[in-house]
């Protein structure tokens, strides 16, 4: 099992615009081999920002990469972006492989 996240620091007041945007967004995942889940995770709240990540479980780490390649990862990051503002910084991507 392969997990990637991305963590999302997004300035107070465009939490539910930037939670919409992923509420209807077509990610394709569900026709990527390989993929099995995805959830997109609200965490703590600061002065500034509110943290989010995306979630998602693969079964191997090339399934993954293999998907960052695809047309469908264009496709879906093609998509509506957040206004200007929304982000404090770049996502930051974080990865893990199961180990038991």
Do not use: C
């Amino acid at each position: 099992m392969f997990i990637a996240m991305n963590r999302f620091r997004i300035a107070r007041g465009f939490e539910e615009a930037f939670e919409e945007i992923w509420r209807q967004r077509d990610s394709y995942l569900s026709q990527v081999p390989g993929f099995r889940t995805f959830a997109l995770l609200k965490g703590p709240e600061k002065d500034d920002h509110v943290l989010y990540a995306s979630h998602t479980i693969w079964e191997t780490r090339e399934d993954f990469e293999a998907w960052t390649e695809s047309d469908y990862f264009r496709k879906a990051h093609a998509q509506t972006s957040a206004p200007k503002g929304t982000y404090l910084a770049h996502p930051e991507l974080e990865t893990f492989e199961a180990v038991v």
